[in-house]
């Protein structure tokens, strides 16, 4: 199927701790990730990326796990700073006959307290 | 660094009216998208467009949507009869294959 799912809707963290967000995909043969910020009344933004080659790739205080087992998606922040509240979505890259487009889950709100 | 803009950011018309959204892509970028985003719902695909035609498109992209590139740097999306259920943000995407980059959005809301 082309859905893309994820655990929590929410997520409130202290600011400095880490969180984790989590993402269940359900296409196996999908082989591209995206994770992506969406801050209130913006467009999504690119965040960090990983194929299905990769169980781990990080970033910039951000890691993306892989786990194609269980079909199932994490993205880890480190050390949370208040710029880091928004909403974070997942998404599958679909690639059919060259055409390209992005099914996103939900979304999770993270929300960072002081 | 280079991003993908929209015009407008707001756009307030009657049912039945057409709107016409316009979107800059990055400049060195081939594929172009549409996808929208009704309020507090998920960012869903609509329209994919590469070498000047479509190369896929949602159920959402009905006879009342169209795109166009009518010159080297501009892509629009028309909804020519609108309807109460087309409110939603409306984001433009570029890419030069696979990673998209989207624009800040236009919010669009029918009455």
């Known amino acids: 199927g082309e859905s893309v799912g994820l655990h929590l809707p929410t997520l409130s963290v202290q600011e400095g701790d880490n969180s984790i967000i989590n993402c269940a995909y359900s296409?196996?043969?999908?082989?591209?990730f995206i994770w992506y910020k969406q801050e209130s009344g913006k467009g999504p933004q690119f965040i960090i990326d990983i194929r299905s080659n990769m169980d781990k790739r990080q970033g910039q205080r951000v890691t993306v796990l892989l786990n194609k087992t269980v079909k199932h998606l994490s993205l880890q922040i480190a050390a949370t700073q208040p710029g880091d509240s928004a909403v974070y979505f997942c998404a599958e890259n679909l690639s059919i006959q060259g055409a390209q487009k992005l099914v996103f889950g939900q979304g999770t709100r993270l929300t960072i307290n002081p | 660094e280079p991003e993908v803009t929209q015009t407008p950011s707001h756009q307030v018309t009657q049912m039945g009216q057409e709107v016409i959204l316009r979107c800059v892509p990055i400049s060195n970028h081939l594929y172009f998208y549409w996808y929208r985003q009704i309020l507090g719902q998920k960012v869903e695909f609509l329209v994919s467009?590469?070498?000047?035609?479509?190369?896929?498109k949602s159920e959402i992209f009905d006879d009342q949507f169209s795109v166009e590139r009518p010159d080297g740097s501009n892509f629009t999306l028309k909804i020519r009869s609108t309807k109460l259920e087309d409110s939603a943000m409306y984001f433009c995407?570029?890419?030069?294959?696979?990673?998209?980059?989207f624009g800040p959005g236009t919010r669009l809301l029918v009455l």
């Open positions: 467009f590469y070498n000047n035609e479509i190369s896929e």
């Open positions: 296409n196996s043969a999908s082989d591209y």
């Open positions: 995407a570029s890419s030069d294959w696979e990673t998209q980059y």
